[in-house]
């Protein structure tokens, strides 16, 4: 009898909503007009508030002023600092003028900053002064004298900035800018863990279209408030943040610069937002929080988590503690604009908890062998790849690294581990890289994260792969306990996941902290971990035989 051929991993997002063709000034103007009179950003740091009338009549001054200075299309305008209003006007007024905004990461040091300045030839810096011990103007001077490109520094609550609204109001130099919804508007640069990140060059298209099936898939309306604690600088704040909210004439909220517990809570509640946004860190850190009670979360009906993997746990304390019924996982990274996956508010709470959900609207995903490249079985693992609307253009005047990423297809390799069900549900089993070979043996760190999560004193897990003389490597578990709770030994761990985990899992080391190194996006940094582990463990030789 033939064989029955095994079905591929391959999933496509059907759609009866077409794709938007507009630019982001475009689709900005469109909901000014339709929703002039309803509130579009509260910015609770400084009280201000705009409807859309007032934002869009802001965005168009301030990409007057910015053609006063001599921008133009395809100029690179640099933004440094946390989340403010300004960043959110200056994000839609070069979109205005095809200006490419180059987003600097807040966290930045001078080394950092004076490479991406000259990497994508900034002409124009818009900065905070200074912003709590990063003495941002300071770093400026520093570095400027090596930026050959850089010709001009907006510091944010200066006089430079006020006097860059006072123009002639002459909105007719706008309508005459030619712009396409394929040219570049934006560079975001990767977080790389070694050598220097890279410039994923993100157009009108890539990140307005994922901006708003983000929103659709939320159900977003112009009644919504979205509750913004995620860092604009990335795709997170700016793309699933701003631009869902703007495509749909819903409400940004802006509940301070930059992540504080307390602060998220209380502006959810004094702005009856309705959606919240997160990494796993930032709910844990909320529902931690002492007086996390006696906040009245009653508005909330959506929200996001996503930037890093989300642990079972913690995502049914979102749903039964916050109340957020409808919350959304969102999968992707930078180069895809950046969501590829996402959970539907009609999945079940077991779909919504294990898996990252199926490929978004217009996108498709496949799981590979990353061997050959070739697709593989339902419910094999593999590296996902995924292809659409949101891949990047590429890495900004790279084009070596662009070929590393999107194969000859267009698909663009995520790097991570994944398993797609019969109905394209996709679980994330781990990063390529995050694989721990131990005596030959595969294990994936996030499965075993997973399982510590149930253990009622963590709260929070991580687990790495350390050099060993005779395995070659272990695993190691990095743990946050709840307050109060005794600290774990590894012979306490050993004993909850006896019977429980195979034995080769079951992590040998145990190292308890209060936090975890983190990117300012809330990206664990494993690399750092591990780093940190062998000097703890005193490994440094054993490292260094095993990677001669």
Not at 16 to 28: C, K
Not at 402 to 414: F, G, L, V
């Amino acid at each position: 009898m033939p064989v029955e051929p095994a079905v591929p991993s391959y999933s496509s997002g059907i759609s009866n909503v077409p794709l938007l063709g507009d630019t982001i000034g475009a689709n900005l103007d469109r909901t000014v007009r339709t929703f002039g009179g309803r509130d579009a950003l509260v910015d609770r740091t400084t009280g201000g508030r705009w409807t859309y009338a007032e934002l869009g009549a802001d965005v168009d001054a301030l990409a007057l002023g910015l053609l006063d200075l001599g921008i133009g299309n395809g100029d690179r305008v640099g933004i440094w600092a946390p989340n403010c209003a300004e960043w959110m006007l200056t994000q839609y007024a070069t979109a205005k003028i095809g200006a490419i905004l180059v987003t600097i990461n807040p966290a930045y040091r001078s080394h950092e900053l004076e490479y991406v300045l000259n990497q994508a030839g900034v002409r124009l810096l818009v900065a905070a002064e200074t912003f709590k011990t990063s003495d941002y103007s300071g770093m400026i001077a520093d570095v400027r004298p090596r930026c050959p490109a850089l010709e001009q520094v907006v510091l944010l609550g200066g006089e430079d900035w006020n006097s860059l609204r006072r123009n002639d109001g002459d909105l007719a130099r706008l309508a005459v800018i030619d712009l396409s919804a394929d040219d570049p508007i934006n560079i975001q640069y990767t977080s790389g863990t070694t050598g220097f990140p890279k410039g994923a060059t993100l157009s009108h298209h890539n990140i307005l279209n994922n901006g708003f099936f983000v929103g659709e898939l939320c159900d977003y309306t112009e009644a919504d408030r979205i509750c913004v604690p995620v860092p604009f600088y990335h795709c997170f704040g700016m793309v699933m943040g701003n631009l869902a909210a703007t495509s749909h004439g819903a409400c940004v909220v802006i509940p301070g610069p930059s992540f504080e517990p307390k602060a998220t809570l209380a502006a959810v509640q004094a702005e009856r937002c309705t959606s919240l946004y997160g990494v796993p860190t930032m709910f844990i850190a909320e529902l931690a929080d002492p007086d996390f009670e006696s906040f009245d979360l009653s508005s909330l009906r959506s929200g996001i988590m996503a930037g890093s993997p989300c642990p079972v746990e913690v995502m049914k304390q979102v749903i039964e503690r916050m109340g957020i019924a409808e919350v959304s996982i969102c999968y992707g990274m930078t180069e895809t604009s950046p969501v590829s996956m996402q959970t539907r508010a009609d999945d079940s709470i077991e779909r919504r908890v294990s898996t990252v959900g199926r490929v978004g609207p217009h996108l498709e995903g496949k799981i590979v062998a990353p061997e050959t490249g070739l697709t593989v079985p339902l419910g094999t693992p593999g590296e996902l790849c995924t292809r659409g609307y949101s891949v990047m253009l590429g890495y900004w005047d790279q084009p070596d690294k662009t070929a590393e990423a999107i194969d000859a297809a267009r698909w663009m390799h995520t790097g991570d581990l994944a398993v797609m069900d019969e109905d394209g549900y996709v679980t994330i089993t781990g990063r390529i890289k995050d694989m721990v070979i131990r005596g030959g043996e595969n294990i994936y760190p996030r499965e075993i994260e997973e399982f510590l999560y149930t253990h009622p004193d963590i709260l929070d897990a991580q687990v790495i792969g350390v050099p060993d003389p005779k395995y070659g490597e272990e695993t190691m578990a990095w743990i946050r306990m709840r307050d109060g709770a005794t600290p774990l030994t590894a012979r306490d761990l050993r004993e909850f996941c006896a019977g429980k985990l195979a034995h080769y899992k079951i992590p040998r080391y145990v190292h308890i902290v209060d936090q975890f190194p983190m990117t300012v996006t809330g990206k664990i940094r494993k690399v750092q971990m591990r780093e940190d582990a062998i000097s703890l463990l005193s490994l440094h030789d054993i490292a260094k035989s095993r990677h001669a």
